[in-house]
């Protein structure tokens, strides 16, 4: 049977650490890169998507030698993403043994940079990730710069935009429902998997495996997680976890 | 030694990751006289039909290749793009492939169905449809990961090693004696690509 992809969401800052955050705030420390990516290695997991949420906000590029270092370890598919604004860093992300990249603040002012990326690297490598937070009005909006600035387009506009210029996948993820563990926004994922033809990977509330069976029958082609592969029980101490071979057969039956 | 071919088409360090990994030796090479000697050579490769070709062409590999492939009857494997090189032509472009083995390379015809997106991207079984060293030991319910819009499409049947289905059944490797090309990426396929590439590269 061919299976949804399910993807372990990784967070990390300037230092490299690896943290876990709620709607985008409060940073906790969860562990080490590497070692991270070790135990995922071990529970054989479908991809990973490593994201440094720092580098925009600080005006960095991408740091390439912790790039590198996971990328060793990672003997499954890994997608990057954090301070990608330009081809020449792109290319050095994926010479330092990366397989995607995951653009989101680029798209506010050069959506074109998909364009670009798709041409050297091929569409299938080039993931396009849409921030959608809800204002105070209750509606959605794209959000880009770590959810602290919304863009005016609307969300389905510009998810077939980016599909148009060339993305091969999209990231959806909820800032609103960021480490909540509450479940998906369904509705959007349903929204956005319906308008679109490439893949979408639903993000942003996973808290167990109900939640990631909604998401996929909404219409995600993969459903990521952070928290819930990071944390465990109420107090959320930190332990890696990942489904087992026979739940994830059964999330994806229909 | 094993050469993994250079040609600036997509990540070629998770191959060779994966073969120090598994306690091979390999070198990321576009050197024509290292390929020459080289007693194993993987054609990885990530990204659009011609410009794979455009850029064996330039790097003079396209003669050197077929040579080492036909003539010498070196081992090569050929990873999603290289793979699709090795065969003679592509829906996807329009220059000539390697021509190593006869076939051609199509686009999945499952446009506008919501249920098999196109690219296909995840994890597929492989059922296998000969014998072959290079994998007929593999761990228990193999699986390997998936990036792909194109499928082989191999003109003699007794050259598909694996199937796959996605929407319907397509070629996801071939084998034709010394040459074989796989679809997905055992580079990313945790234990199952290290076996697979244990197999290819163990000394002939």
């Known amino acids: 049977m061919y299976q949804s992809r399910v993807i372990p969401v990784l967070l990390c800052n300037l230092e490299g650490s690896l943290v876990k955050t709620q709607k985008f705030k409060k940073p906790v420390y969860v562990g080490d890169p590497v070692n991270a990516v070790r135990i995922f290695n071990d529970k054989e997991v479908d991809e990973l998507i490593f994201l440094d949420i720092t580098a925009t906000a600080q005006g960095r590029r991408p740091n390439f030698k912790y790039i590198s270092e996971i990328a060793t370890e990672a003997f499954m598919p890994l997608c990057y993403g954090g301070g990608l604004s330009n081809l020449e860093d792109i290319r050095a992300v994926i010479k330092a043994g990366i397989e995607k990249v995951a653009i989101n603040s680029a798209l506010e002012k050069d959506p074109d940079l998909i364009t670009r990326t798709a041409d050297v690297l091929g569409s299938s490598s080039t993931v396009a990730a849409i921030d959608v937070k809800k204002d105070i009005w209750g509606k959605y909006r794209v959000a880009v710069r770590n959810a602290s600035k919304t863009l005016n387009i609307p969300l389905i506009e510009f998810a077939q935009m980016l599909e148009q210029k060339g993305a091969g996948e999209l990231v959806l993820n909820s800032v609103d429902r960021d480490g909540m563990m509450e479940g998906f926004d369904l509705k959007t994922i349903s929204e956005v998997a319906h308008a679109v033809s490439i893949p979408v990977i639903a993000s942003g509330g996973a808290g167990n495996l109900q939640h990631l069976k909604q998401a996929i029958q909404a219409g995600a082609s993969a459903v990521a997680a952070g928290s819930m592969f990071v944390f465990q029980g109420k107090h959320r101490a930190v332990l890696i976890s990942y489904p087992s071979p026979s739940e994830l057969r059964e999330i994806n039956e229909l | ?204």
């Open chain 2, 1 to 204: 030694m094993i050469a993994i071919v250079d040609y600036d088409m997509g990540n070629i360090g998770s191959v060779s990751n994966m073969l120090k990994k598994i306690g091979r030796k390999s070198e990321i090479t576009r050197d024509p006289a290292k390929i020459r000697d080289a007693d194993h050579i993987i054609l990885p490769g990530v990204g659009s039909f011609d410009s794979g070709m455009e850029q064996l062409e330039k790097l003079n590999l396209v003669e050197l290749i077929r040579e080492k492939a036909l003539k010498d009857k070196t081992p090569i494997l050929g990873i999603c793009l290289g793979a699709q090189l090795m065969l003679e032509r592509s829906e996807e472009g329009q220059k000539a492939g390697l021509g190593l083995v006869a076939g051609d390379v199509q686009r999945f015809k499952l446009d506008g169905d919501p249920k098999w997106r196109i690219p296909n991207m995840g994890w597929n079984q492989i059922r296998q449809v000969k014998q072959s060293p290079l994998v007929d030991v593999l761990p228990e319910n193999p699986r390997f990961y998936f990036v792909h819009s194109y499928h082989f499409h191999l003109k003699n049947e007794a050259d598909q090693l694996l199937l796959s289905d996605y929407g319907y059944t397509f070629c996801s490797a071939f084998e034709h004696e010394n040459i074989a090309g796989v679809q997905f990426h055992p580079e990313k396929s945790h234990k199952y690509g290290m076996s697979l590439l244990h197999n290819f590269s163990e000394p002939r």
